[in-house]
């Protein structure tokens, strides 16, 4: 069976920091490219950042680069982002989805598995 399993969210204030983790079990993760996605209230979804071990070079969304970085574990079959300096805009919940490796980062119609994701919350 696929899985996908987020964690990590919660509330902060703005400027904090969480980490998100994502688990993924029932495929083999060295073919898929995992992302990350957010979806606000009243807001379509929007792909955040993704990862890669065919090329290595991490995806991240305008609004968030330097801010968030993204890494895996392999060996644990594991993906994380880390987010700093968090604003009441980051607010979503955020989703992992994986795509195979061919499929162009931070678009959501190739992925072929999504988690059930994790609210994050950031007040003013």
């Known amino acids: 069976e696929v899985q996908l399993v987020e964690s990590g969210g919660g509330l902060v204030q703005a400027g904090g920091s969480l980490k998100l983790s994502c688990i993924a079990s029932g495929f083999t993760f060295d073919d898929y490219m995992i992302c990350w996605f957010r979806q606000a209230p009243g807001k379509e979804r929007e792909g955040v950042s993704c990862?890669?071990?065919?090329?290595?070079?991490?995806y991240y969304v305008a609004s968030v680069k330097g801010r968030f970085t993204i890494s895996s574990d392999n060996a644990k079959n594991t993906v994380f982002l880390q987010m700093n300096d968090l604003k009441p805009d980051d607010t979503a919940v955020y989703y992992c989805?994986?795509?195979?490796?061919?499929?162009?980062?931070?678009?959501?119609?190739?992925?072929?598995?999504w988690g059930k994701g994790t609210l994050v919350t950031v007040s003013s």
């Open positions: 990862t890669s071990s065919s090329d290595g070079i991490p």
């Open positions: 989805g994986a795509a195979p490796n061919e499929v162009k980062a931070g678009l959501d119609d190739g992925i072929h598995y």
